[in-house]
């Protein structure tokens, strides 16, 4: 994966169905540890300190915008103004998949 620096990089088990068009289930999905990213990229963010999700992001004005990509359209998107916190930690760059 071209990986330089590996104290930059951290692996994230996927746990739910809501990007299993990106990663599926139980996979290790590559992040790349920083604190932004561009509008639709797919980013690990903490909300509200303690909530912890992988989605697709994107930020208009003043709302954060955390978008599913899953073949089960049961799973919203979420959307969040400035009284919620936010924080990046990371661009997901990979995925390392057990195949069974």
């Given at each position: 994966?071209?990986?330089?620096?590996?104290?930059?990089?951290?692996?994230?088990?996927?746990?739910?169905?809501?990007?299993?068009?990106?990663?599926?289930?139980?996979?290790?999905?590559?992040?790349?540890?920083?604190?932004?990213?561009?509008?639709?990229?797919?980013?690990?963010?903490?909300?509200?300190?303690?909530d912890t999700t992988i989605k697709k992001f994107t930020?208009?004005?003043?709302?954060?915008?955390?978008?599913?990509?899953?073949?089960?359209?049961?799973?919203?998107?979420?959307?969040?103004?400035?009284?919620?916190?936010?924080?990046?930690?990371?661009?997901?760059?990979?995925?390392?998949?057990?195949?069974?």
């Amino acid at each position: 994966m071209d990986i330089v620096n590996p104290e930059e990089y951290f692996f994230l088990r996927v746990n739910g169905e809501s990007m299993n068009k990106v990663v599926k289930n139980g996979a290790f999905a590559l992040i790349h540890k920083q604190d932004s990213v561009e509008n639709g990229e797919i980013a690990v963010v903490l909300v509200n300190g303690f909530d912890t999700t992988i989605k697709k992001f994107t930020k208009q004005g003043d709302l954060i915008i955390l978008e599913p990509q899953s073949n089960d359209e049961t799973f919203e998107t979420q959307v969040y103004d400035k009284n919620t916190s936010i924080k990046i930690l990371g661009k997901y760059v990979g995925k390392m998949e057990i195949n069974k």
